[in-house]
């Protein structure tokens, strides 16, 4: 075989091996993502607290900003009952030890005793940081009101 086409099969099995690992990272980061909903259904803080960095900084769809100790007490309110949590339309880029989640979510549920059905884009930007996934930013929007 000539040297060039060594080269281009080279790079072709480079090609592949970094699209397998790509798709294996893309499933953990989507995996942890699942992760997070199921926590906030149970308020679950402890799930949340691995989930997210000690720098996290979430804008919640109000333009509310919150820090991780305040997001995880948020997350502990019992006023809020959950029936579903999920995302749709959910978009995986990842740039290097760094990866945005974009989505579209869905939950309903009450609070206070009131009802509420909320539909509203994310975006969940992960930093690899010392062989682990976390999320460092978080920001929602909504696209439908509560009612």
Same mark, same amino acid.
């Given at each position: 075989?000539?040297?060039?086409?060594?080269?281009?099969?080279?790079?072709?099995?480079?090609?592949?091996?970094?699209?397998?690992?790509?798709?294996?990272?893309?499933?953990?980061?989507?995996?942890?993502?699942?992760?997070?909903n199921?926590?906030?259904?149970? /308020?679950?803080?402890? #799930?949340? %607290?691995a989930?997210?960095?000690? &720098?996290?900084?979430?804008?919640?769809? *109000? !333009?509310?900003?919150?820090?991780?100790?305040?997001?995880?007490?948020?997350?502990?309110?019992?006023?809020?009952?959950?029936?579903?949590?999920?995302?749709?339309?959910?978009?995986?880029?990842?740039?290097?030890?760094?990866?945005?989640?974009?989505?579209?979510?869905?939950?309903?549920?009450? /609070?206070?005793?009131? #009802?509420? %059905?909320?539909?509203?884009?994310? &975006?969940?930007?992960?930093?690899?940081? *010392? !062989?682990?996934?976390q999320?460092?930013?978080?920001?929602?929007?909504?696209?439908?009101?509560?009612?």
């Amino acid at each position: 075989m000539p040297k060039r086409m060594w080269v281009v099969v080279f790079l072709l099995l480079g090609s592949c091996a970094f699209a397998q690992n790509r798709s294996a990272e893309e499933s953990k980061l989507l995996a942890m993502e699942n992760a997070w909903n199921l926590a906030q259904k149970d /308020h679950d803080s402890r #799930a949340l %607290d691995a989930l997210v960095a000690d &720098t996290f900084v979430n804008t919640d769809w *109000d !333009g509310t900003v919150s820090n991780k100790a305040q997001f995880l007490a948020d997350a502990k309110d019992p006023s809020y009952k959950f029936d579903s949590v999920g995302n749709t339309n959910v978009s995986v880029f990842i740039y290097g030890n760094t990866a945005v989640v974009a989505g579209t979510y869905h939950t309903t549920g009450s /609070h206070k005793g009131k #009802a509420f %059905d909320s539909h509203g884009r994310f &975006t969940d930007t992960w930093v690899l940081q *010392d !062989g682990r996934w976390q999320c460092v930013a978080s920001a929602t929007t909504h696209i439908q009101k509560q009612s």
